[in-house]
């Protein structure tokens, strides 16, 4: 049985370990994918020196992944061994990987299709092909930044866990456009996150797109869609004045994509009645300003768990498209080194803090 290299949290708040795993063969509709670079993201921080989210140890972590097809189960027809793929992987199990043909491996973890290893599995219909403008770095940056924006700002709304912007995709007919003339805030614009939701408001017509960041990121804001970029140190207050100075418009759609308490507050003072703030953390808006024609929600920034599939297999089915004609552009990427062994200090600087930067690892570089 061939084995693979894997990055295990054994159990919860324990430190993590690599570890051998069996090589999964794929299940039909599914496909092996050989992981060439794996995104970093806060939450796998979290997740291991706090605990959460974690449905059962021990478990494999790791939400972003750019590879090479390996292997193709029964019934795939998009792809092919050796295309360039990218997907996202869930947290724990995913409900749609779990009829794969490895089920008589002895199953003692939960994440065939997890990134922090060097083998993942991946459904078909949630995964695309990279273009070749697209390195493998570039491309492990987008998975999980783009489900959170995309599920906030497009799910239907049918069966929407926690809310929806309820706006049609600009990936779908009809879409593209569609919110012209209509201003936006996206506030924490330099986050991966945020500068995921910038590039989609701009497809989606919205005008002028007013984000919030440190100075130092503002023409590279402005070179992906942001129309005007204020200083995220600014007053509560100030930042309002200058928003106004911006624009007297109402504010029906914005996005919270730093999900501090303060950037919270802020995006619901700017909130028309009527309109509706997505934000990446839970709700930490003053209890005392709450009125209920503003809505404010949480979303899961998953494709692949049912609630969001619909939208993700919509999705996916058009990213690789979104990405060759630059309509959506990667985040600026830098290669932490020392492949799995590497991951528990680079999630450290994840931690700390990164600036308009997104880390990935080579599982491969793992002996
Ligand atoms: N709900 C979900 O499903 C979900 C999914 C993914 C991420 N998240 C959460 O979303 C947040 C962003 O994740 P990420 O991966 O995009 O993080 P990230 O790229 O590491 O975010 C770092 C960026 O956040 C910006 N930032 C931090 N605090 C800010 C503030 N108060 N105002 C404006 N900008 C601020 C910084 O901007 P400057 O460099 O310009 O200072 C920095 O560039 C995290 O809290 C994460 O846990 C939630």
Not at 329 to 348: D, R, S
């Amino acid at each position: 049985m061939p084995e693979h290299k894997a990055l295990f949290i054994p159990e919860k708040q324990a430190p993590f370990v690599v570890r051998s795993v069996p090589t999964p063969k794929p299940g039909p509709g599914q496909l092996l994918i050989k992981v060439e670079s794996a995104g970093l993201a806060p939450a796998d921080w979290a997740i291991q020196a706090i605990g959460i989210l974690v449905p059962k140890y021990p478990i494999i972590i790791g939400m972003d992944v750019a590879g090479t097809v390996e292997e193709v189960g029964e019934s795939v027809t998009k792809f092919k061994k050796g295309d360039r793929v990218v997907k996202e992987c869930s947290i724990g199990d995913d409900p749609f990987l779990s009829d794969s043909s490895s089920s008589a491996l002895p199953n003692d973890h939960n994440s065939r299709g997890a990134g922090f290893q060097q083998y993942s599995l991946a459904s078909e219909d949630t995964t695309a092909k990279i273009p070749d403008n697209i390195t493998f770095d570039q491309a492990a940056t987008i998975p999980l930044a783009l489900a959170t924006s995309a599920v906030a700002l497009y799910h239907d709304g049918n069966g929407a866990l926690g809310g929806t912007c309820g706006l049609t995709p600009p990936w779908e007919a009809g879409g593209r456009g569609k919110y012209k003339g209509q201003p936006t805030v996206v506030l924490g614009g330099a986050s991966s996150v945020g500068q995921i939701t910038i590039q989609l408001l701009k497809l989606s017509g919205f005008g002028p797109i007013i984000t919030t960041a440190s100075l130092r990121n503002a023409e590279f804001l402005k070179s992906i869609g942001a129309t005007h970029v204020l200083d995220r140190n600014l007053s509560p207050d100030a930042l309002h004045a200058e928003v106004r100075k911006i624009t007297a418009d109402p504010f029906t759609t914005i996005y919270d994509a730093a999900g501090s308490s303060e950037t919270q507050n802020i995006g619901y003072d700017l909130l028309a009645p009527g309109g509706t703030m997505a934000s990446v953390q839970d709700d930490l808006v003053a209890p005392e300003k709450k009125v209920p024609e503003k809505k404010t929600f949480f979303m899961y920034g998953d494709v692949n768990i049912p609630p969001n599939r619909k939208l993700g297999v919509s999705l996916y089915s058009k990213l690789t498209e979104l990405l060759e004609e630059g309509a959506l552009k990667p985040v600026p990427v830098e290669v932490a080194p020392g492949g799995l062994e590497g991951i528990p200090l680079a999630l450290e600087r994840v931690h700390k803090g990164l600036s308009c930067l997104k880390l990935v690892v080579h599982p491969q570089e793992t002996a």
